[in-house]
C-alpha cells in the first residue's frame, strides 16, 4: 500500500534528483524537472521537500455506476454495469479535450468527493458491479491510487478498468497494469506530428504501451480512435493506423472510431459525419480488423458484434443497450462455433445505458 505524508498526498517511486537540484519524475515521457513546490504539467504531481509527491490521493471528481460499453469496452462483460471513478489532471495537453473540465482542472474543489480504495471497492460490490474504472481522466496521473483500489478490488473478486492514453514510462506501466485486468487505450491519430501539435505528447511512446500490453501482459486491450475532421481522418492516415494495428497487435483487438463534438480549445472545428465513421470501420475491416465498431452515434450495424467465421450478428447494439446474443457459454458463435476474442459471461449483463451517481 502507499505511504501517505497527508490525508491526500503519497509519496511516489518514480522520480529523481538530478545534479541542479530540481526532481524529475520519472512516470511518464514528459519527464518534468520540478523546482520545490513546484508542480507538473498534470498538477497532481508537486515537488515537495526534494521528492515527487501525489497531491490527490483519495480525492475524486465523482463516483458514478456506468455501462461497461460506455469505456468503451465491447468485447469486456458485456451488459454489466461498471463502477466508476477519475480524480483531477491530465499528462497530455489535448487541444480537444471532451473532458476538460476535469483533466485541465487547477481547482482541487474540483475533487470534492472522498473515498479511500477499500471504500470503493466495498460499493463496487455492494452496487452489484463486475468491475471498478479507473477513468474520466487519465489514471496515469493518479497511479498509486489506482494500483491501490484495483488491490483492493482483486481481493473481493472485482476486475479493474482502465481508460488511458496510454503516455507512460516503462517501470511504472509495469507495476500499474499488474493490476489492472483489461484497458481502452486512445490511439488518439497514427502521426507523430498530430501528438506533438495537438496533444503534446509523442506517437511512439503511446505505440510501444500497445504492444507492451497486448503481447507481455494478459490485460484484455481495445483502442479509440476519436475522429478530427481534417486532423487525423485521412484515408492515409487510417490505412496505416490499421495496418499498424493488424499487423503488430493482431486481428482480435477491436477498435472503436468515435465522433468529435467541438470542445476545449477546437470549438471551431465541425462535428465528425457519420460518414467519417463508416469509413474508418470499412477501412479496419478491410485491412483485417475483425472488430471495428463507430461510437457517439446510434447505428446497430455498425456498433454490433459479427462471427469472423460465419459473419453472423454475435452481439446486438445499439448505443450501450443489448440486443442479440449468440455467444454460447464458452463465448463461440452459436452458428458455426468460431471464437469470438474477449472475457464473457455465460450470459449477458442487463444493465442497458443507464447512469448513477454514487455518493460517499
Known sequence: MTTLLSADTAATRYWHVLADGKVQCDLCPRFCKLHEGQRGLCFVRQNLHDQIVM???????????DPIEKKP?????PGTPIFSFGTAGCNLACKFCQNWDISKSREMDTLMSRAEPEAIARAALEHACSSVAYTYNDPVVFHEYAIDTAQACRELGLKSVVVTAGYVCAEPRAEFYRYMDAANVDLKAFSEDFYHKITGGHLQAVLETLQYLKHETPVWLELTTLLIPG???SET????MTQWVVEHLGPDVPMHFTAFHPDWKMTDTPHTPRSTLLLAR????????????????????AESTYCHGCGKILIGRDWYELSDWNLDAAGNCRFCGRSCAGVFNPLPGDWGAKRRAVKF
Do not use: M, P, Q, W
Open 237 to 240: 492516415e487510417l490505412e496505416a
Open 282 to 301: 470499412g477501412i479496419a475491416l478491410k485491412n483485417g480488423v475483425r472488430y471495428a465498431y463507430v461510437g457517439n452515434v446510434h447505428d446497430k450495424s
Open 73 to 77: 469496452l465491447n468485447h469486456f462483460l
Open 55 to 65: 497531491t490527490s490521493y483519495g480525492r475524486s471528481s465523482g463516483f458514478a455506476i
Open 231 to 233: 486532423a487525423n481522418d
